[in-house]
């Protein structure tokens, strides 16, 4: 058996590796956890306006911020009015107009933004107590950034296009559902190498096109 000198002692060769492997096993997650703070540096944006009203979906602003109200807007008359589903875009370009009817009629106060539930668009009316921003952190699914109504603030390409299937489109699912769908999809396409490997996604709320992309 092969012995060697540690300290004042000999130990065997495979208790070193062993300890080896611990050590490393106990510094794997540090490695990790460093490459997913690296990563989330990236997943930051800039909110898009809608009405002239920034809109938070799949994401968060960074600054501080208290609610005010809340709103909500009837799709069914959406529907009609544009005889077909609506799309995203439409459902919250709604939201904003009801939310900015009932600031005119004095039903809600003075709000900056609009904070918006992809499960059932309700929206949350938000009032900046930090300086007003269109920043935001942005959420992920499936542990991939999602740019929804936001763009990101780092430089970045294109690699890849995704587009959902009808029955996603005209199923009675909820956005979350939907985009965790698209997600998927996308990540299977690139374990196929049908799209180059990417970083994030990038969904247009008209179509729900998604627009793949890797950080540069």
Do not use: C
Not at 3 to 16: D, N
Not at 176 to 187: F, H, P, T, W
Request: glycine residues 6%.
């Amino acid at each position: 058996m092969k012995m060697l000198l540690v300290g004042s002692h000999y130990r065997p060769v495979w208790a070193l590796k062993g300890s080896l492997f611990v050590g490393i096993s106990l510094l794997m997650p540090l490695f990790l956890n460093y490459g997913y703070a690296q990563s989330r540096k990236e997943a930051t944006a800039t909110v898009e306006k809608v009405m002239n009203v920034p809109v938070f979906i799949y994401s968060d602003p960074t600054s501080e911020f208290e609610e005010v109200g809340n709103v909500t807007a009837t799709w069914s008359l959406i529907a009609s009015a544009l005889d077909e589903k609506p799309s995203v875009a439409d459902k919250v370009k709604e939201l904003v107009r009801t939310a900015k009817n009932k600031k005119r009629k004095g039903k809600v106060p003075d709000f900056d933004a609009l904070l918006v539930n992809p499960d059932d668009y309700s929206g949350t009316l938000i009032k900046f107590t930090d300086e007003k921003s269109l920043n935001a952190d942005v959420k992920r699914v499936l542990g991939v950034p999602v740019y929804l109504f936001s763009y990101p603030n780092d430089d970045y390409e294109e690699v890849g296009e995704i587009t959902a299937t009808i029955s996603l489109l005209m199923g009675n699912n909820k956005l979350s559902s939907q985009i965790s769908e698209l997600v998927a999809k996308a990540k299977r396409k690139e374990k196929k190498k049908k799209v180059g490997k990417f970083d994030a996604i990038i969904i247009s709320p008209d179509d729900f096109t998604g627009i793949l992309i890797k950080f540069k």
